[in-house]
């Protein structure tokens, strides 16, 4: 079973910081998901990827299939960045288990 | 831009009662799924649904659950005989194609209360 650890649980950060949260796992996949969890708790999907980068707006996804890791990076964050961030992976044997999900990362942005 | 809608948003049930959570996924999506998050727990995956039947569950998705598609466009989550501990918010979501190797779109969850 993918034990998927995100790091760290809770930041609290200025507006304009960069942001950067952590996932990493432990069994290899074939895909991972960066969520959005609001405060009234509905989830919104930020990106899908199964390597390399890919980029959103002033969101960044990257992901090392090697090292097993995947980082989400804002840049000129914003007080409406605030949100649990959700990393959710999809297991290399096409899923059997479903996905297997961190425990999120509890961002607050300050004005 | 097209929803997952899900009602009711919170519904509060007595124990040993069934429930019918209710999901209407995008229109053109063919994949369909279930997760729950218990209060202050991670969001844990409990079933996906592909050309009317199960394709995946979890071990948490036990006979006590059931799902179903009784038409086009609903797609439904029963829970026969609730217990205390399926108090969690309910997520359904679903997908154009393939396994969970693509964008997900959620809904924005039912919040159970059993008493």
């Known amino acids: 079973k993918n034990e998927v650890e995100q790091s760290p649980q809770n930041l609290t950060a200025q507006e304009g910081e960069f942001i950067t949260i952590n996932c990493s796992y432990s069994?290899?996949?074939?895909?991972l998901h960066w969520l959005q969890q609001h405060p009234g708790g509905g989830i919104v999907s930020l990106f899908m990827?199964?390597?390399g980068k890919k980029k959103h707006g002033r969101l960044i996804a990257t992901i090392n299939i090697q090292e097993k890791h995947s980082s989400l990076h804002i840049t000129a964050s914003h007080p409406r960045d605030s949100a649990v961030y959700i990393c959710?992976?999809?297991?290399?044997?096409?899923?059997?288990?479903?996905?297997?999900f961190g425990k999120g990362t509890h961002l607050i942005i300050q004005p | 831009e097209p929803e997952v809608t899900q009602t009711p948003s919170h519904q509060v049930t007595q124990m040993g009662q069934e429930v019918i959570l209710r999901c209407v996924p995008i229109?053109?999506?063919?994949?369909f799924y279930w997760y729950r998050q218990i209060l202050g727990q991670k969001v844990e995956f409990l079933v996906s649904?592909?050309?009317?039947?199960?394709?995946?569950k979890s071990e948490i998705f036990d006979d006590q659950f059931s799902v179903e598609r009784p038409d086009g466009s609903n797609f439904t989550l029963k829970i026969r005989s609730t217990k205390l501990e399926d108090s969690a918010m309910y997520f359904c979501?679903?997908?154009?194609?393939?396994?969970?190797?693509?964008?997900?779109?959620f809904g924005n969850g039912t919040r159970l209360t059993v008493t």
């Open positions: 979501a679903s997908s154009g194609q393939g396994d969970h190797n693509s964008p997900l779109h």
């Open positions: 069994v290899g996949i074939s895909a």
């Open positions: 990827l199964s390597s």
């Open positions: 959710a992976v999809v297991g290399s044997g096409g899923g059997a288990d479903g996905l297997t």
């Open positions: 229109s053109n999506h063919l994949y």
């Open positions: 649904f592909y050309n009317n039947e199960i394709s995946e």
